[in-house]
């Protein structure tokens, strides 16, 4: 089965700055895909970025980047030049094995950008 | 650029009462999913569903949950008999890629069961 883990339930950034966001995943299968997920506070869900385990490349969509680390089993997303409507949860995802692959979400990070 | 849409954006039902919650996924998407997210929770997959058929479900989704894509484009979860702890917002996805895997989600259903 699959787990993530997301160890920071809150985060502060100042506005501009970076921020990186942890997220580390169990997985036996060699095959798998990471997903970053915006919940702002009017609720709905957000795709942000993918990144496929035989990519050899970061992914990488505009602001963000994911920080993929295979061996340590970590998929951080990195956010620069942040702004004020970055703030939100942030959920760090992996796709399962099976015909179609369903999501296993972690349980978030609440990142507030500060002016 | 096209969008899933869902309705209604809020329900509210006496317990034991059966809701219907709406789906119009992307049209050209082949996977369709059922999550859902109790308040202040993480997004919990219910079912997936592909060629007609579910594909997956979790233990969650038991015999009160059905879902159905009546036509083309509609996509359905109903819950025949509502609990206290079915309240939570509920989100639809329609998923693109060899098996689905990058989905795009509405803004979901939030349903108060009373």
């Known amino acids: 089965a699959q787990k993530i883990t997301q160890t920071q339930p809150g985060m502060f950034v100042q506005e501009k700055e970076a921020v990186t966001l942890d997220c580390t995943y169990d997985?036996?299968?060699?095959?798998?895909?990471l997903f970053w997920y915006k919940q702002p506070s009017s609720g709905e869900m957000i795709f942000l970025i993918y990144?496929?385990?035989?990519?050899?490349q970061n992914a990488t969509e505009g602001r963000y980047s994911l920080n993929f680390q295979k061996a340590r089993k970590s998929a951080n997303l990195v956010i620069s030049a942040s702004q004020l409507g970055d703030s939100a949860m942030y959920f760090c995802a992996m796709t399962a094995t099976g015909a179609a692959r369903q999501l296993t979400f972690g349980s978030g990070t609440q990142l507030t950008v500060l002016p | 650029e096209p969008e899933v849409t869902q309705t209604p954006s809020h329900q509210v039902t006496q317990m034991g009462q059966e809701v219907i919650l709406r789906c119009v996924p992307i049209?050209?998407?082949?996977?369709f999913y059922w999550y859902r997210q109790i308040l202040g929770q993480k997004v919990e997959f219910l079912v997936s569903f592909y060629n007609n058929e579910i594909s997956e479900k979790s233990e969650i989704f038991d015999d009160q949950f059905s879902v159905e894509r009546p036509d083309g484009s509609n996509f359905t979860l109903k819950i025949r008999s509502t609990k206290l702890e079915d309240s939570a917002m509920y989100f639809c996805?329609?998923?693109?890629?060899?098996?689905?895997?990058?989905?795009?989600f509405g803004p979901g259903t939030r349903l108060l069961v009373l």
């Open positions: 049209s050209n998407h082949l996977y």
């Open positions: 997985t036996s299968d060699p095959s798998y895909g």
């Open positions: 990144q496929g385990s035989y990519d050899q």
């Open positions: 996805a329609s998923g693109r890629g060899a098996h689905g895997e990058t989905q795009y």
